[in-house]
């Protein structure tokens, strides 16, 4: 079955407690990407990636990092989380540059205490 | 930065009624996403439209792409409980980047 996975699905932490947000997709992707929710500010995307070792800022980058060593897999990485980075994250890919359908992960619940 | 204004916040309906909310981008865009989230659900793709002028239908969903590739709309006719959840639009402004800019979406409650 073609699928985004996330993990955790949901995580309560400390702030400045280093965390990961993996993210996993098994359609062989070329894109991958990061949003985040927060009520009444909709989605804004964090970072993205067009392929391997390829990956640029989106509206909201700072405070997060991201690697793309593998095509399958985009993780998600908080070096020092701070609560203003609670929020509902998601995880997406689709298989190019202006292609039709973007797949989104089921997503995880973060919260920074 | 490239801003897409999604209006209404809410809206509510009585069931069988028609539907539409409307994104407006602040540039010129490459191309223009339509997706659907139902409450404690991830963003479902519905479409993406591409060409200035464009109309695509879904069976009761009505897609449209400004002349100007500035701004687009979804119509629901007749709608159902089913419809209900949040539509987000997505601009991408193009030139080689996959940047994706939502708008804030509007959330469809439809009462039976």
């Known amino acids: 079955e073609a699928q985004v996975t996330q993990n955790p699905r949901y995580l309560i932490t400390v702030t400045g407690k280093k965390l990961t947000v993996t993210c996993s997709q098994n359609m062989n992707h070329e894109y991958m990407s990061w949003y985040r929710q927060d009520p009444g500010l909709g989605l804004r995307q964090i970072y993205y990636s067009m392929n391997v070792e390829v990956t640029d800022k989106g509206d909201v980058p700072e405070g997060y990092k991201v690697s793309r060593k593998e095509k399958r897999n985009f993780p998600l990485i908080l070096e020092s989380p701070s609560p203003n980075q609670t929020s509902l994250y998601f995880c997406?890919?689709?298989?190019?540059?202006?292609?039709?359908?973007?797949?989104f992960g089921p997503g995880t619940r973060l919260t920074v205490l | 930065g490239q801003q897409v204004m999604q209006i209404p916040q809410y809206q509510h309906v009585q069931e069988g009624e028609d539907f539409t909310t409307y994104c407006n981008s602040s540039?010129?865009?490459?191309?223009i996403q339509w997706y659907k989230q139902r409450p404690g659900g991830h963003p479902v793709f519905l479409i993406q439209l591409v060409k200035s002028g464009e109309v695509k239908k879904q069976k009761r969903l009505t897609f449209q792409f400004g002349e100007a590739k500035k701004n687009s709309s979804l119509h629901i006719t007749a709608t159902q409980t089913t419809d209900v959840g949040t539509y987000f639009c997505a601009g991408n402004s193009g030139a080689g980047s996959y940047q994706l800019t939502f708008g804030k979406g509007t959330k469809l409650s439809v009462i039976p």
């Open positions: 540039t010129t865009l490459s191309n």
């Open positions: 997406a890919s689709a298989s190019g540059i202006n292609t039709d359908t973007q797949y």
